[in-house]
């Protein structure tokens, strides 16, 4: 069910928990440009890494995540979660990735 804000909305096993499935954050460079970095969860166990810096016009979907960017996930991952924002599943995969790969 789609709500008046326009995000998808699932039913939980309490009341109604919002289900975007996507993180974004920005932040500035050392050289003083700001990134945006999105995440995707597509499904299938996979997340999405897209960055865009202020001063290029296409997103780069290529670069690898660093490990500042799998700690900026995991705690804005983790927030959510705790605020009912995030599927446990997401949290969980975000875990294992993240020890996995940063």
Same mark, same amino acid.
């Given at each position: 069910?789609?709500?008046?804000?326009?995000?998808?909305?699932?039913?939980?096993?309490?009341?109604?928990?919002?289900?975007?499935?996507?993180? #974004?954050?920005? &932040?500035?460079?050392?050289?003083?440009?700001?990134?945006?970095?999105?995440?995707?969860?597509?499904?299938?166990?996979?997340?999405?890494?897209?960055?865009?810096?202020?001063? &290029?016009?296409?997103?780069?979907?290529?670069?690898?995540?660093?490990? #500042?960017?799998?700690?900026?996930?995991? #705690?804005?991952?983790?927030?959510?979660?705790?605020?009912?924002?995030?599927?446990?599943?997401?949290?969980?995969?975000?875990?294992?990735?993240?020890? #996995?790969?940063?």
């Amino acid at each position: 069910m789609v709500g008046k804000t326009g995000f998808l909305w699932g039913k939980a096993s309490v009341g109604f928990v919002l289900m975007k499935r996507d993180i #974004e954050w920005k &932040e500035k460079l050392d050289d003083g440009v700001k990134r945006t970095v999105r995440v995707k969860f597509p499904g299938s166990g996979k997340i999405k890494w897209q960055f865009k810096r202020s001063d &290029e016009e296409v997103w780069d979907y290529d670069t690898p995540a660093s490990p #500042e960017d799998w700690k900026t996930l995991e #705690e804005k991952v983790d927030a959510l979660y705790h605020r009912r924002r995030a599927a446990l599943r997401d949290w969980e995969l975000v875990k294992a990735m993240r020890a #996995e790969h940063g």
